[in-house]
């Protein structure tokens, strides 16, 4: 008969015989000034006693170095974050680093936790989170991450330690020139209500709307989906008070066309539609997606140029935003008269 596997202690079990919480032992690792001197001896004490893994790599980061960059990333299976990877890992690998990557299944907040401790616990010298979600940056600011540290954040709400492309500026271009087709009446098909991106394409859209002083439609949160665009472009064909739509991605635009073909809407014709991201694909939609290009590539490039920047102590680092591309196919035209 087999003896029983051991389970391996984990940092939720060092925090209960410490009598802390496990956000406590990943200040302790991660060497925060905000901890008491007792509860960070208290915390450590526990950790030799029960052999957790962690101590040992948490102390890599110190005495030692480990040529490994950490990434979070939301659905690496989406086109924009996978684009991104390839290129950080090829810029990591030419700088002579390791890449450990990990992405979330969920959006929980113990779920993001938990994958950002994973990277921590492997002794990554620094971090590239590529999951713009509100939760992600509250799950960071809560365990007190010192590690170098470059995030996506296209609202800047950390200048020192975002990156990203000009997303409010994207969206206005979408706009703007829908506008100067001649369109008044433009509806807004945004993302998901807890994504940066979406939070940013929706205020560019705004914007803009309020700069050419029209009128503005109630802007429809979306999911990101083609599924979730169908079902929006069949609901809208009953009220027909709109010329044009922007969708905040281009999945969301491929369902509305869908939905605006079935029920015998002409795009443009009747109806233009603009994406957003330039996927490989949307050349080949039909029509062929007029939308705003993302240069995913370069995102991943610069982010791990400034994550060595860091390492390395300089202090003048490149945090400008990137700028987007508008790329005008056959999904928009003037309005008809």
């Given at each position: 008969?087999?003896?029983?596997k051991?389970?391996?202690?984990?940092?939720?079990?060092v925090?209960?015989?410490?009598?802390?919480?496990?956000?406590t032992?990943?200040?302790?690792?991660?060497?925060?000034?905000?901890?008491?001197?007792?509860t960070?001896?208290?915390?450590?004490e526990?950790?030799?006693?029960?052999?957790?893994?962690?101590n040992?790599?948490?102390?890599?980061?110190?005495?030692?170095?480990?040529?490994?960059?950490?990434?979070?990333?939301?659905?690496?299976?989406h086109?924009?974050p996978?684009?991104?990877?390839h290129?950080?890992e090829?810029?990591?690998?030419?700088?002579?680093?390791l890449?450990?990557?990990t992405?979330?299944?969920?959006?929980?907040?113990?779920s993001?936790t938990?994958r950002?401790?994973?990277?921590?616990?492997?002794?990554?010298?620094?971090?590239?989170?590529?999951?713009?979600?509100?939760?992600?940056?509250?799950?960071?600011?809560?365990?007190d991450?010192?590690?170098?540290?470059v995030?996506?954040?296209?609202?800047?709400?950390?200048?020192q330690?975002?990156?990203?492309?000009?997303?409010i500026?994207?969206?206005?271009?979408?706009?703007?020139?829908?506008?100067?087709?001649?369109?008044?009446?433009i509806?807004?098909?945004?993302?998901?209500?807890?994504?940066?991106?979406?939070?940013?394409?929706?205020?560019?859209f705004?914007?803009?709307?309020?700069d050419a002083?029209?009128?503005?439609?109630?802007?429809?949160?979306?999911d990101?989906?083609?599924?979730f665009?169908?079902?929006?472009?069949?609901?809208?064909?009953?009220?027909?008070?709109?010329?044009?739509?922007?969708?905040?991605?281009?999945?969301m635009?491929?369902?509305l066309?869908?939905?605006?073909?079935?029920?015998?809407?002409?795009?443009?014709?009747?109806?233009?539609?603009?994406?957003?991201?330039?996927?490989p694909?949307?050349a080949?939609?039909w029509p062929?997606?007029?939308?705003?290009?993302?240069?995913?590539?370069e995102?991943?490039?610069?982010?791990?140029?400034?994550?060595?920047?860091?390492?390395?102590g300089?202090?003048?680092r490149?945090?400008d935003?990137i700028l987007?591309?508008?790329?005008?196919?056959?999904?928009?035209?003037?309005?008809?008269?």
């Open positions: 008969m087999e003896p029983e051991v389970r391996a202690p984990n940092i939720r079990d925090a209960r015989l410490a009598g802390v919480s496990y956000q032992v990943s200040r302790v690792l991660n060497n925060s000034e905000s901890i008491k001197p007792s960070k001896e208290r915390v450590l526990v950790i030799e006693q029960v052999g957790y893994r962690p040992q790599a948490a102390r890599a980061l110190v005495t030692s170095r480990s040529r490994t960059i950490g990434v979070l990333t939301s659905q690496t299976a086109y924009g996978t684009t991104s990877l290129a950080i090829d810029a990591a690998r030419e700088a002579g680093y890449v450990s990557t992405s979330l299944a969920t959006s929980g907040y113990e993001i938990d950002l401790e994973h990277l921590i616990s492997q002794a990554v010298e620094g971090l590239v989170v590529i999951a713009p979600q509100v939760k992600v940056f509250d799950a960071i600011r809560e365990l991450i010192r590690l170098p540290l995030t996506l954040d296209s609202t800047r709400r950390d200048d330690r975002s990156l990203s492309v000009d997303q500026a994207g969206a206005r271009l979408a706009t703007r020139h829908l506008i100067e087709l001649g369109h008044r009446e509806v807004h098909l945004a993302g998901p209500q807890d994504w940066i991106e979406a939070e940013a394409r929706m205020r560019g705004l914007d803009e709307i309020n002083d029209l009128g503005t439609h109630p802007p429809i949160l979306g990101w989906t083609a599924d665009g169908y079902h929006v472009g069949n609901e809208l064909v009953h009220s027909r008070n709109f010329t044009a739509v922007f969708a905040a991605n281009d999945q635009a491929l369902g066309m869908h939905a605006f073909r079935d029920a015998g809407l002409d795009v443009p014709g009747d109806v233009s539609v603009v994406g957003f991201d330039d996927i694909e949307a080949h939609y062929p997606l007029t939308t705003v290009r993302q240069d995913f590539t995102i991943g490039r610069r982010s791990v140029a400034l994550l060595l920047a860091e390492l390395r300089e202090a003048d490149n945090h935003q987007p591309e508008l790329i005008i196919r056959e999904s928009t035209a003037p309005p008809r008269r």
